[in-house]
């Protein structure tokens, strides 16, 4: 079977490896614990913990996975039971594994876009009509709900999308999520939704978990856990049949998870209030740095979603393709953020509200970058 290729990962993974890459601004992971850091921000003994590790048993976990993961991941939702959890290789196993499940050949599927690429990509790959539902700039990447009620019909398997938006952090009032299961329930498809920045919010963010039966999210350590290096992912699902094929299609792909990986995750996830307390500390401090950024240059950029996750959509004024924007930004000052072709969104990028190292010189650097784009005659009025 052929796929197109995984723009994001396969052009943002080798440039965050690459020697020119001096500021990372690209990604949307909160800033990453280290494992002391994790049992300073947890309270609980490291000393226990590395005493507990000398003996522990390497072998294949739980099948089903580690009882104590799923419990503490059960809390982060309001009618969720542990046995509605199927954990996976991070986030992008348990995105494949709903893809692959549950689409077939037949089916049609509506992708709100901008998108992960997985939830347009693997579809159109198994051979499924693919509908798209742009949230457009001029509503500030809100959601017209209407078009998604009238792109969806009897043949509709699935809508997918993710809740906070990746990447312009768009988020979907409950009104607009109860809206989407009314359309969800009357054409009996699903409601697919990728949750990786959901709770960043000091508010209780809802979930599609707790509002449709037909609803399946799915989530990870990476993203608002600062994890992203134990690959826990997990898929909630209600319906008892459609989790068993779910199972049965992640024991293809990984048999089972990683014994540390899932251990060590619910530890966090124990003491998650803490965790999220942090998260939130350093996008809202980075947050106000970028918005202080982007007043200042007016001239030449502009964002505008009300952002709930963990990165700004950038839209900028210049002569150049994203792609190239951003190459020659690396190449040239250092600096690296993604470009918006990656989401199909054109004279745009990606920028980290997540991560604070080096942030106001990496900002600095975009400035003088853009100052010789301008010079070099690069410079498109906004009327233009």
């Not at 459609?242 to 990986?261: A, E, K, P, Q």
């Amino acid at each position: 079977m052929r796929i197109d290729d995984f723009t994001l990962e396969n052009w943002l993974n080798p440039a965050c490896d690459s020697e020119k890459n001096k500021i990372y601004l690209g990604g949307s992971c909160v800033s990453p614990m280290t494992v002391e850091e994790l049992f300073q921000v947890t309270g609980e003994s490291m000393e226990d913990f590395l005493e507990e590790v000398k003996t522990m048993d390497l072998g294949y976990p739980r099948f089903e996975g580690t009882p104590r993961t799923k419990a503490a991941l059960s809390k982060l939702y309001k009618t969720v039971k542990p046995e509605d959890i199927v954990l996976c290789h991070g986030g992008t196993g348990a995105n494949a594994t709903v893809c692959y499940a549950l689409i077939e050949p037949s089916d049609n599927v509506v992708s709100i876009m901008p998108n992960y690429q997985q939830f347009f990509s693997i579809p159109k790959a198994i051979g499924a009509e693919l509908r798209e539902v742009d949230l457009l700039i001029k509503d500030g990447y809100r959601l017209d709900v209407s078009a998604v009620r009238a792109a969806v019909d009897k043949n509709t398997k699935a809508i997918m999308f993710t809740n906070p938006n990746n990447p312009t952090g768009s988020l979907l009032t409950e009104e607009e999520m109860r809206e989407l299961v009314d359309i969800a329930k009357s054409a009996d498809c699903w409601i697919i939704c990728d949750e990786m920045y959901r709770g960043l919010d000091e508010e209780y963010m809802p979930s599609f978990a707790d509002m449709y039966d037909k609803a399946i999210v799915t989530a990870s350590s990476s993203k608002i856990y600062s994890m992203a290096g134990t690959r826990v992912g997990w898929i909630v699902c209600k319906d008892p049949e459609v989790r068993y094929h779910l199972f049965n299609w992640r024991s293809y792909d990984s048999i089972c998870g990683g014994t540390f990986d899932e251990w060590i995750f619910a530890i966090a996830l124990e003491h998650v209030d803490k965790i999220f307390a942090r998260s939130r500390a350093i996008v809202n401090a980075n947050k106000k740095m970028i918005d202080a950024w982007l007043a200042r240059n007016k001239k030449y950029l502009s964002q505008y979603a009300e952002a709930h996750g963990t990165t700004y959509l950038v839209h900028y004024n210049f002569d150049v393709p994203a792609e190239k924007f951003c190459d020659d930004l690396l190449d040239e000052k250092g600096v690296l953020v993604c470009h918006g072709d990656c989401f199909y969104i054109p004279h745009s990028f990606r920028i980290t509200l997540s991560h604070g190292e080096d942030l106001e010189e990496g900002l600095r650097l975009i400035d003088e970058y853009m100052a010789e784009l301008e010079a070099q005659g690069k410079y498109l009025p906004p009327e233009a």
